[in-house]
Nanobody, 115 residues
Framework: VQLVESGGGLAQPGGSLRLSCAAS????????MGWYRQAPGKQRELVAD???????DYANSVKGRFTISRGNAKNTLYLQMKSLEPEDTAVYYC??????????WGQGTQVTVSS
């Protein structure tokens, strides 16, 4: 499975960005997809994930501001981010977990929230 993120960039506090992740390869083996982020000097953390049955989970810090979704073909993952805060600045990574348990990472996309 290959994952390619896009949509990162610079946003002002209170602004919005939408991240996309395109999956290719054995996409029918994908169970859960998610977004993680890693800020400088901090550990990588889960932002949100969604299962093949569309069960979603969010980090408390983004609940009510971020929305995760999958495209109709299930090979694209989105993260709509609203009311962005400087604390959301990080490299955002797409992740896929297969039904067999293997995990795959994208290369990451930078999100910077600054005035």
């Amino acid at each position: 499975v290959q994952l390619v993120e896009s949509g990162g960039g610079l946003a002002q506090p209170g602004g919005s960005l939408r991240l996309s992740c395109a999956a290719s390869g054995s996409i029918f083996s994908i169970n859960t997809m998610g977004w993680y982020r890693q800020a400088p000097g901090k550990q990588r953390e889960l932002v949100a994930d969604i299962t093949s049955r569309d069960i979603m989970d969010y980090a408390n810090s983004v609940k009510g501001r971020f929305t995760i979704s999958r495209g109709n073909a299930k090979n694209t993952l989105y993260l709509q981010m609203k009311s962005l805060e400087p604390e959301d600045t990080a490299v955002y990574y797409c992740h896929a977990t297969l039904f067999g348990g293997s995990g795959y990472w994208g290369q990451g996309t930078q999100v910077t929230v600054s005035s």
